[in-house]
């Protein structure tokens, strides 16, 4: 390629610059600067399911997923095939090409019976895992252990107790990370008249995990189900069920904020009067957080929605419920995940097939549009569990005979990258010459002269306006690349 200086525009005429081509690229074609300083052709790569990777576990609960790195997560369940009392276990999948390899199972230590077994990565190489269980003598205590990651093996640390008492968590979203070092985990006391709690866990470079005093968020023997996400290191947003007798149960959400080991509440507000008991919860930035849940749970049939909370300090404002699925097979918890500040994505059961499904929504201040649900396992999936990164797509973890995952990569386009149309075609690997921004090319056509085309997802130039201006067109076949309207 040429100096630098050979890349501002020149004021009049062509402005041509050689490139190496990736791909074969026709005369004509929009094409795209790559960080290697090749250009390729901009293309629209539609989404695009794996192939399940199934795991040696045998279980109830499961595969919950947490990524420590874009290309690396680690998945949690609990192993029914490992002792006769079932055990937590982790394992770590690692992800290329969309396709997905798991490393060897490792116990976590587990009392019998663990229950809600859920993994939070706090870091690229640590974890802390988490459950209820009832081992001798046999009290449903809540327990934590932190475990270290170096390739695909894992070294678990001692089991450390946070909540000593009769306690419960729910299946899902009931644990945050906070920074690489912290966390925080939301409960229902139910040895403290089930005062609905949540407590900072630290864990330190030899996984040794403890845990501060715990703080009440809603009042005794009125609250199930807690969820919590993290908006910042210092800010976390908690949702749960209000369970008044004789009810209804109403969706709860409130902002805590933590300093100096502590954590305050502001005022809490209702996102549901209708019987809600099965919720996810997540933040997509410092300032925003999306709950999925199911309404209605004694109607029929069943609904499940997605709201949108704006925050301003502790103050929620909410927008208004947008429905994903309706109905819903029996009562089943979804599960909602981060995509970008502006969208998310939410697994749960399909209607009519009880089939895995996901469903990506878009957001745009408060409200909510939904793009067409999307089968990913087509059998009767009962829980499900995802995280994403744009270099492995969505994960998911959901629970069949053994626990399986697969990913999701969404559609992409690299038409940011737009670098200018190739005067001639180029082979692969070849040189060939490229007119840039700034300069009039005049290998397209098509065009009706004085009006502004775009370059589309898919490589080709429309009227029709994109995020990518391509210029303004002088002829049917010349365009002034990169004018301004």
């Given at each position: 390629m040429s100096n630098l200086s050979d890349l501002l525009p020149a004021g009049a005429g062509g402005k041509q610059v050689d490139f190496v081509a990736t791909g074969t690229l026709p005369s004509g074609q929009a094409v795209a600067l790559k960080t290697d300083g090749t250009v390729e052709a901009v293309v629209d790569v539609p989404a695009s399911l794996g192939t399940p990777v199934t795991t040696t576990f045998a279980g109830s609960e499961g595969l919950y997923v947490s990524m420590l790195t874009s290309t690396t997560f680690v998945g949690s369940g609990r192993d029914d095939a490992a002792v006769a009392v079932g055990a937590g276990t982790c394992v770590i999948g690692t992800v290329s090409g969309g396709a997905i390899t798991f490393g060897t199972k490792v116990l976590a230590g587990t009392l019998g019976y663990p229950s809600y077994p859920q993994v939070v990565a706090l870091s690229a190489t640590q974890f802390v895992f988490l459950y209820t269980g009832s081992g001798p003598p046999y009290i449903v205590s809540g327990t934590a252990v932190g475990a270290t990651v170096s390739g695909t093996s894992i070294t678990f640390g001692a089991l450390t107790t946070f909540e000593a008492g009769s306690t419960s968590i729910n299946t899902v979203s009931a644990c945050t990370r906070l920074s690489d070092t912290t966390f925080v985990i939301v409960l229902t006391d139910a040895s403290d008249s089930a005062n609905a709690k949540a407590i900072i866990g630290t864990i330190d470079a030899s996984n040794v995990v403890s845990f501060g005093s715990p703080y009440t968020f809603a009042t005794a023997n009125s609250s199930l189900y807690a969820v919590v996400t993290a908006l910042s290191s210092t800010k976390l947003a908690i949702a749960w069920s209000d369970t008044p007798s004789p009810g209804p149960e109403e969706g709860m959400v409130v902002i805590g904020t933590v300093s100096a080991g502590t954590i305050s509440f502001g005022t809490a507000v209702v996102f549901t009067a209708q019987y809600m008991v099965r919720q996810s919860i997540v933040a997509l930035s410092e300032t925003k957080?999306?709950?999925?849940?199911?309404?209605?749970?004694?109607?029929?049939?069943?609904?499940?929605?997605?709201?949108?909370?704006?925050?301003?300090?502790?103050?929620?404002?909410?927008?208004?419920?947008?429905?994903?699925?309706?109905?819903?097979?029996?009562?089943?918890?979804?599960?909602?995940?981060?995509?970008?500040?502006?969208?998310?994505?939410?697994?749960?059961?399909?209607?009519?097939?009880?089939?895995?499904?996901?469903?990506?929504?878009?957001?745009?201040?408060?409200?909510?549009?939904?793009?067409?649900?999307?089968?990913?396992?087509?059998?009767?999936?009962?829980?499900?569990?995802?995280?994403?990164?744009?270099?492995?797509?969505?994960?998911?973890?959901?629970?069949?005979?053994?626990?399986?995952?697969?990913?999701?990569?969404?559609?992409?386009?690299?038409?940011?990258?737009?670098?200018?149309?190739?005067?001639?075609?180029?082979?692969?690997?070849?040189?060939?010459?490229?007119?840039?921004?700034?300069?009039?090319?005049?290998?397209?056509?098509?065009?009706?002269?004085?009006?502004?085309?775009?370059?589309?997802?898919?490589?080709?130039?429309?009227?029709v306006t994109s995020t990518v201006l391509a210029g303004k067109a002088l002829s049917p076949t010349s365009i002034n690349l990169d004018y301004t309207t």
């Open positions: 957080f999306v709950i999925a849940y199911q309404e209605d749970r004694t109607a029929s049939p069943l609904i499940q929605r997605a709201i949108v909370g704006s925050v301003s300090g502790t103050t929620i404002t909410l927008g208004s419920p947008a429905t994903y699925v309706d109905p819903v097979y029996a009562n089943r918890w979804p599960f909602v995940l981060k995509l970008s500040e502006s969208t998310f994505c939410v697994l749960f059961m399909a209607s009519t097939t009880h089939y895995g499904a996901l469903r990506i929504g878009t957001v745009s201040g408060t409200s909510i549009t939904y793009d067409t649900v999307v089968i990913y396992n087509s059998a009767t999936t009962f829980g499900a569990y995802g995280e994403y990164s744009a270099a492995s797509g969505i994960v998911i973890g959901y629970d069949v005979t053994n626990f399986t995952g697969v990913t999701y990569s969404l559609s992409s386009t690299n038409n940011t990258d737009f670098v200018g149309i190739t005067d001639e075609a180029i082979s692969s690997a070849a040189t060939g010459s490229v007119t840039i921004k700034g300069g009039i090319s005049s290998t397209v056509t098509g065009l009706t002269p004085n009006l502004s085309y775009y370059v589309q997802d898919d490589g080709t130039l429309s009227t």
